[in-house]
C-alpha cells in the first residue's frame, strides 16, 4: 500500500524485503533491497543484515557479489567492512586485510582502519596489545557519534525514526557514515 502512494519509499522496500525473507523468498527480498538500494544507498546499512539473512538460500557469494556491487556504486563504509568481514569468516585473513588496505589507500576511513588493526592483531599476536590498543581509541571516537541523522533539521540519535520527532517530515532521518553494523 505504501508503494502505491510513495514508490521511492525505502521503508516499504526494508518491510518487503523483510517479509519475502520470512516466507523463505530469498530471490524476491534480495531484488526489494536492490530497489530500496537504487532508492537511497544511504540506508545500506539497514540492508547488510537483511541481506545476510539470505545466504542460507543464496549462497555467501551471491550475497558478497551482491554487496561488491553496491560498495563499487556507492563507496560506502559499511559494505568495506562486511567485505573484509567476509573474507576473514571463511579463513582469508591475508586477503581481508589486503583488500582493507587497498581501498584505505584509496580512501582512508576510521572505521576501516579500526577493522584493519583488529584483523592485524589476529595475525601478529607479537604486535596484537599495539594493534588493540590503537583500535580501542578508534572505537572511543566512533562511540561520541550518533547512527541517524535528520537531514532537514539536524536532529541526531541512536534509533532511526521514519517520522523525524523534530522537525516531523517523514524518510528524512537517515543513517550516518557512524552508523555500526549489526
Not at 62 to 81: C, F, P, Q, T, V
Not at 138 to 146: F, I, R, T
Request: hydrophobic letters at 40%.
Amino acid at each position: 500500500e505504501a508503494l502505491n502512494y510513495d514508490k521511492s519509499c525505502i521503508r516499504a522496500h526494508i518491510d518487503l524485503a523483510l517479509f519475502e525473507v520470512g516466507q523463505q523468498q530469498y530471490e524476491r527480498a534480495i531484488n526489494w533491497l536492490g530497489k530500496a538500494f537504487e532508492k537511497d544507498s544511504d540506508f545500506v546499512a539497514e540492508l547488510i543484515p537483511i541481506s545476510r539473512r539470505c545466504i542460507p538460500g543464496l549462497g555467501e557469494k551471491r550475497i558478497n557479489d551482491l554487496w561488491m556491487k553496491w560498495y563499487i556504486s556507492s563507496s560506502a563504509e559499511i559494505l568495506l567492512i562486511a567485505l573484509s568481514e567476509s573474507l576473514r569468516q571463511k579463513g582469508e585473513y591475508e586477503s581481508a586485510i589486503l583488500f582493507l588496505r587497498e581501498q584505505l589507500a584509496r580512501t582512508p576511513r576510521l572505521r576501516g582502519m579500526i577493522q584493519l588493526l583488529r584483523y592485524e592483531a589476529e595475525v601478529s599476536p607479537e604486535n596484537a596489545g599495539s594493534y588493540n590498543l590503537a583500535a580501542e581509541v578508534g572505537d572511543l571516537v566512533l562511540a561520541k557519534k550518533n547512527a541517524y541523522q535528520c537531514e532537514c533539521c539536524g536532529f541526531s540519535g541512536g534509533q532511526l525514526h521514519w517520522l523525524c520527532p523534530s522537525c516531523n517530515k517523514w524518510g528524512r532521518v537517515k543513517p550516518s557514515e557512524f552508523k555500526l553494523l549489526d
